[in-house]
T-cell receptor, first 114, second 113 residues
Framework: DSGVTQTPKHLITATGQRVTLRCSPR?????VYWYQQSLDQGLQFLIQ???????AKGNILERFSAQQFPDLHSELNLSSLELGDSALYFC?????????????FGPGTRLLVL | ELKVEQNPLFLSMQEGKNYTIYCNYS?????LYWYRQDPGKSLESLFV?????AVKQEGRLMASLDTKARLSTLHITAAVHDLSATYFC?????????????FGGGTRLMVKP
């Protein structure tokens, strides 16, 4: 158990809908990262937050947005869902900002868009 | 754009044998990570390599980093069935603008008894 929690574990929804994925980082970690894992794209970085502020952006679609709250938990919002958004979404956390420490991954949320 | 390539993508080996997984990356970086993923599970951190020539070992796994060659290796010694999993290398950016990881495509390892 990495100490990173994610809810829900599974999510089934329809095209065009909007969902919210939630992540709580390890105690004391200030950085939260979101990654998407799919068969065709592999593991891709989406976005990083540090202490409430966006710090780095990867291949995140405009339909997707994220935020980190004062209690450091983070939410990833996916809207106007398409079939191709079906994937495993991981949250990871680390202690610092741009340090070289390990990123610890949560159990993931498996999203299926029908 | 940073690209990370792993090979082989799939590896089937007998218990007791040795093998090496290779991870090449395209631009300068001073941080490389190895993760393990079991089917349907999360990623488990194995090693963090932060300097040229770094070598780390845990049990039957040993990882090394050559930043000049932009190459990391994960060596498996005397493989056992429990090592069956997918192994990913990931590279961090070599500048202070976040710590996003770029992952390789993964190496699926199957160890047969």
């Amino acid at each position: 158990d990495s100490g990173v929690t994610q809810t829900p574990k599974h999510l089934i929804t329809a095209t065009g809908q909007r969902v919210t994925l939630r992540c709580s980082p390890r105690s004391g970690d200030l950085s939260v990262y979101w990654y998407q894992q799919s068969l065709d794209q592999g593991l891709q970085f989406l976005i990083q937050y540090y202490n409430g502020e966006e710090r780095a952006k990867g291949n995140i679609l405009e339909r997707f947005s994220a935020q980190q709250f004062p209690d450091l938990h983070s939410e990833l919002n996916l809207s106007s869902l398409e079939l191709g958004d079906s994937a495993l979404y991981f949250c990871a956390s680390s202690a610092g900002l741009a340090g070289k420490e390990t990123q610890y991954f949560g159990p993931g949320t498996r999203l299926l868009v029908l | 754009e940073l690209k990370v390539e792993q090979n082989p993508l799939f590896l089937s080996m007998q218990e007791g044998k040795n093998y090496t997984i290779y991870c090449n990356y395209s631009t300068t970086s001073d941080r490389l990570y190895w993760y393990r993923q079991d089917p349907g599970k999360s990623l488990e951190s194995l090693f963090v390599l932060l300097s040229n020539g770094a070598v780390k070992q845990e049990g039957r796994l040993m990882a090394s980093l050559d930043t000049k060659a932009r190459l990391s290796t994960l060596h498996i010694t005397a493989a056992v069935h429990d090592l069956s999993a997918t192994y990913f290398c990931a590279v961090g950016p070599n500048f202070n603008a976040g710590n996003m990881l770029t992952f390789g495509g993964g190496t699926r390892l199957m160890v047969k008894p």
